[in-house]
C-alpha cells in the first residue's frame, strides 16, 4: 500500500495534481480588503516564515496594497500561511487581506500559474535555490518584484538572476532585495558619514554572522528525498546556498557597501566539527573564514559559523585612520528595516521615491558570498572574475518528487 504525505496525499495523488501546471486551493473566501483603483495586488511565492513575514511588512507599512494570491510547493505550508493571514487582528494588515481559492497554488509549478494572474507584485519567499528562474519568470510577466536574499546559490543561478535584473530595469520594474541593512537609517547614515571622512581613510574591515543551527527537521517516513530537500532546506548545499551564502550575505552586502563594490579576490577555509554525519544535517559546513581582499589592498577578515550553546556574534566594523566603528554606530533607527524597505519599494513603484532596482547589487553580494564557500571547498584562492565566469552549477536541472537526490559528499578542500 502506498504511503501517504503529511497532507493526506500519496506521492502518486501529488504528482498527478501538480504536475506541470499547479492546482488551485480550494477552501473558504476571504474577500475583506478595501480596494480602489490605485490598489497594488501583491502575490506571495513562497509562504514560510520569510516569505509570511514580508507580506505583513509591506500591508504594515503601505496603503493601497492587498494579498490577493499565493503560491507554494506544499498544500499545508499554502494552507497555513493563508489561515495565519486571514486571522490577523492587526487593522492595518487585516484590511488588506483578500485571498481567494482560485488565487491559491500549489506545487512546482505554482510560481508560473500566479504569475498568469494580474498581480502586479510578487514578494519571494522561496527556499534560495528556486529564486534565478522564479524571478526570471517574474520580470518577463512584468511584475514589480520583492525578493529576499540570497539571490542564487551558484554562479550559474547568479548570471541568470543579473540577466534578469537588468530586463527589469529596461522596462522600468521596481526590484527590491531582502538586504534590509540598506535601508536602515543607522546603517545609511553611519555609511554616509564614513563616506565623508569621519573615521579617516578605510584601512580594514571585519564582518560576523556566528550563531546557532536556525533548524533541522526529523524525516518523516512519507517524505520523498525532494520533498525532505525543501522542508528542511537550510541544511543541504543545493537548497540554500550554505550558511556563508544564506546568512552572512548580510554583512558581506554591508562590507560591499562601504568598500564601493564586491572584492577582488578571496582566500577562505572552514569545515565541519560538530555536525553528526546524517542525512538530516546534510552537506554544509558549520563554520567559515574568510580574507577577502577589495581596492586598494583592503582586507576584510569574515567569519560565520553555527556553533550551538556557544557565543554569538552578527556585526561588521570599519577600521579607519581615526578610528573603528560598528557599521551602524553613528545613527540611530526610526523604524524597523524591515518595513522601511517595503515603503521604499512601493513609494518606487508609485513614483513616489526614488526609482529602486537593487537586483545587479545584491547579485554582486550573493556572488561574493559564493566564492567565499568556493574558496572554503576547493583550498584555493578565488577571484571575483572567476567567479562570475564559473560554470559551477549545483541546482538539480530535473525536479521530481518520484526520483532520488542524495546528500553531499561533503566538500573536503584539495580533492
Known amino acids: 500500500m502506498e504511503k501517504k504525505r503529511a497532507d493526506g496525499m500519496s506521492r502518486r495523488d501529488f504528482g498527478v495534481a501538480t504536475a506541470a501546471t499547479g492546482f488551485a486551493i480550494l477552501s473558504s473566501k476571504s474577500g475583506i480588503a478595501e480596494t480602489n483603483s490605485e490598489t497594488l495586488k501583491i502575490g506571495l511565492i513562497g509562504c514560510g516564515g520569510r516569505g509570511g513575514g514580508a507580506v505583513r511588512d509591506c500591508l504594515s507599512g503601505n496603503e493601497n496594497v492587498k494579498i490577493v494570491g499565493m503560491a507554494d510547493v506544499f498544500e499545508d505550508k499554502l494552507k497555513s500561511k493563508r489561515a495565519e493571514m486571514e486571522a490577523q487582528k492587526d487593522p492595518k494588515i487585516a484590511s488588506k487581506v483578500d485571498i481567494n481559492d482560485d488565487m491559491c497554488f500549489v506545487g512546482l509549478d505554482a510560481y508560473k500559474k500566479l504569475l498568469e494572474t494580474d498581480i502586479d507584485i510578487i514578494i519571494h519567499g522561496t527556499p534560495p535555490y528556486a529564486r534565478p528562474k522564479h524571478i526570471a519568470a517574474a520580470v518577463d510577466a512584468g511584475k514589480h518584484i520583492f525578493t529576499e536574499k540570497p539571490i542564487a546559490v551558484d554562479p550559474v543561478g547568479v548570471r541568470l538572476f543579473m540577466d534578469a535584473a537588468k ?23 553611519t555609511i554616509k558619514r564614513i563616506e565623508d571622512g569621519a573615521i579617516g581613510k578605510v584601512l580594514a574591515a571585519r564582518a560576523y554572522w556566528c550563531g546557532g543551527l536556525p533548524f533541522c527537521h526529523e524525516r518523516k517516513p512519507e517524505w520523498s528525498d525532494l520533498e525532505y530537500r525543501l522542508r528542511n532546506w537550510y541544511n ?11 546568512q552572512h550575505i548580510h554583512n558581506i552586502d554591508v562590507i560591499n557597501w562601504v568598500m564601493g563594490g564586491p572584492p577582488k579576490k578571496v582566500f577562505a ?19 567559515y573564514s574568510c580574507d577577502f581582499e577589495y581596492s586598494r589592498g583592503v582586507h576584510m577578515i569574515s567569519m560565520c559559523r553555527h556553533f550551538n550553546n556557544s557565543d554569538g556574534d552578527v556585526s561588521e566594523w570599519i577600521v579607519g585612520t581615526k578610528k573603528i566603528i560598528r557599521a551602524n554606530q553613528l545613527a540611530k ?5 524591515y518595513v522601511q524597505e517595503h515603503k521604499d519599494f512601493i513609494a518606487s513603484i508609485r513614483g513616489e521615491g526614488e526609482y529602486l532596482n537593487e537586483g545587479e547589487r545584491c547579485a554582486e553580494s550573493t556572488l561574493t558570498a559564493i ?45
Not at 543541504?236 to 544564506?246: A, L, M, R, S, T
Not at 533607527?333 to 528595516?337: F, T, W
Open 236 to 246: 543541504y548545499v543545493w537548497v540554500c546556498g550554505d550558511n556563508i551564502v544564506e
Open 269 to 287: 577555509s572552514g569545515g565541519r566539527v560538530w555536525k553528526p554525519k546524517e542525512e538530516k544535517y546534510g552537506d554544509l559546513y558549520d563554520h
Open 371 to 415: 566564492m567565499g564557500r568556493m574558496s572554503a571547498f576547493t583550498g584555493k584562492k578565488i577571484s571575483f572574475r572567476e567567479a562570475m565566469k564559473s560554470d559551477l552549477s549545483i541546482v538539480p536541472e530535473d525536479l521530481d518528487f518520484g526520483k532520488s537526490y542524495p546528500v553531499g559528499p561533503l566538500a573536503v578542500p584539495g580533492t
Open 333 to 337: 533607527d526610526d523604524i524597523s528595516p
Open 167 to 189: 530586463k527589469a530595469k529596461k522596462k522600468k520594474l521596481s526590484f527590491v532585495c531582502g538586504t534590509q541593512r540598506r535601508h536602515q537609517k543607522s546603517y545609511i547614515d
